[in-house]
């Protein structure tokens, strides 16, 4: 089965700071993929980064990067030079592949942006 | 339109009623999903489509019903509700079922049981 956690219900960050989010994940699928999703209080899903499992370089998307230590099984989101409008809830996820794209997602981190 | 849409936004509704949830996808992509997103719970996927064709139903109960008339739009048929199935609904699409393809999500459905 698999299985994210994210442990950080609520992290706050001063603007223009680095802030990084935590999420571990288990499986026994040698193959697979780690994403983060944005929710804003819009309700809608926003797709940042992905992350496979057999990438040998970390993710990066803009002031996205993706920290992924494969032997922790962590996969750490990290904002860089936060801004206002990143205020939202963060989402690690993961999916692997049986027939379908299986994607199992984290309980969230809500991210608050402190001016 | 872009992306993905879901009408209505906002549902108020009777355990008695009948009501629809409608998706709508504009990215040309063959795979659609249904998420259930509840307070302090993760995620729970519902209902997978790829190519109109349901390949994953998530032990959800049959007052569910989901309807993939063809690959841009995807409905869930709502009948007897309970109070617990308050939620959001989230709808979902990809480009394949490939563990890399990323899902681009619809706004969803504040859906509340009275």
């Known amino acids: 089965a698999q299985k994210i956690t994210q442990t950080q219900p609520g992290m706050f960050v001063q603007e223009k700071e680095a802030v990084t989010l935590d999420c571990t994940y288990d499986t026994s699928d040698p193959s697979y993929g780690l994403f983060w999703y944005k929710q804003p209080s819009s309700g809608e899903m926003i797709f940042l980064i992905y992350?496979?499992?057999?990438?040998?370089q970390n993710a990066t998307e803009g002031r996205y990067s993706l920290n992924f230590q494969k032997a922790r099984k962590s996969a750490n989101l990290v904002i860089s030079a936060s801004q206002l409008g990143d205020s939202a809830m963060y989402f690690c996820?993961?999916?692997?592949?049986?027939?379908?794209?299986?994607?199992?997602f984290g309980i969230g981190t809500k991210l608050q942006v402190i001016p | 339109e872009t992306g993905v849409t879901q009408t209505p936004r906002h549902l108020v509704m009777g355990m008695t009623n009948k009501k629809s949830l409608k998706c709508e996808q504009h990215?040309?992509?063959?795979?659609m999903y249904w998420y259930k997103q509840s307070a302090k719970k993760p995620l729970e996927l519902m209902f997978v489509?790829?190519?109109?064709?349901?390949?994953e139903n998530n032990s959800v109960p049959s007052r569910f019903s989901p309807e993939c008339p063809n690959s841009s739009h995807l409905f869930l048929h709502l009948h007897t509700l309970q109070p617990e199935d308050s939620a959001l609904y989230l709808c979902?699409?990809?480009?394949?079922?490939?563990?890399?393809?990323?899902?681009?999500f619809g706004p969803g459905t504040r859906l509340t049981v009275l």
């Open positions: 996820a993961m999916s692997t592949t049986g027939g379908y794209q299986k994607v199992t």
């Open positions: 992350q496979g499992s057999y990438d040998q």
């Open positions: 489509y790829s190519l109109e064709e349901r390949v």
């Open positions: 990215l040309g992509h063959n795979a």
């Open positions: 979902a699409s990809s480009q394949g079922l490939r563990q890399n393809n990323e899902q681009f």
